[in-house]
């Protein structure tokens, strides 16, 4: 009933800039919070940033001051702005949606994830 689609991953250059884009569908009624998370190959996944339906933000002591995450409520989107990105920020990354939605009238909460975006920093 609930899809992310994440777009904008890619290869970059260290240095350079990103844009991840991530768009929640289906039968919503409401989206608490919204983040993204990244897993490199041989770690656990860990927080990117993430940010609530009034806009308190959390941010991951890595990328804390080279990455925004922005959201528009109207449009169920977040968007994650990343600059000076580094080879160790080379990852899948994931949206992730903790919200409520309503399937035959009833409402339920659950936390969605998306498939991932696979950023790739050069150096």
């Known amino acids: 009933q609930v899809q992310l689609v994440e777009s904008g991953g890619g290869l970059v250059q260290a240095g350079g800039s990103l844009r991840l884009s991530c768009a929640a569908s289906?039968?919503?009624?409401?989206?608490?919070?919204m983040g993204w998370y990244r897993q490199a190959p041989g770690n656990q996944r860990e927080l990117v940033a993430a940010?609530?339906?009034?806009?308190?933000?959390n941010y991951g002591d890595s990328v804390k001051g080279r990455f925004t995450i922005s959201r528009d409520n109207a449009k169920n989107t977040v968007l994650l702005e990343m600059n000076s990105l580094k080879p160790e920020d080379t990852a899948v990354y994931y949206c992730?949606?903790?919200?409520?939605?309503?399937?035959?009238?009833?409402?339920?909460?659950?936390?969605?994830w998306g498939k991932g975006t696979l950023v790739t920093v050069s150096s």
């Open positions: 992730n949606a903790d919200l409520q939605y309503i399937d035959y009238g009833i409402k339920y909460g659950m936390d969605y």
């Open positions: 289906g039968s919503i009624f409401s989206i608490n919070a």
């Open positions: 940010i609530t339906s009034g806009r308190s933000i």
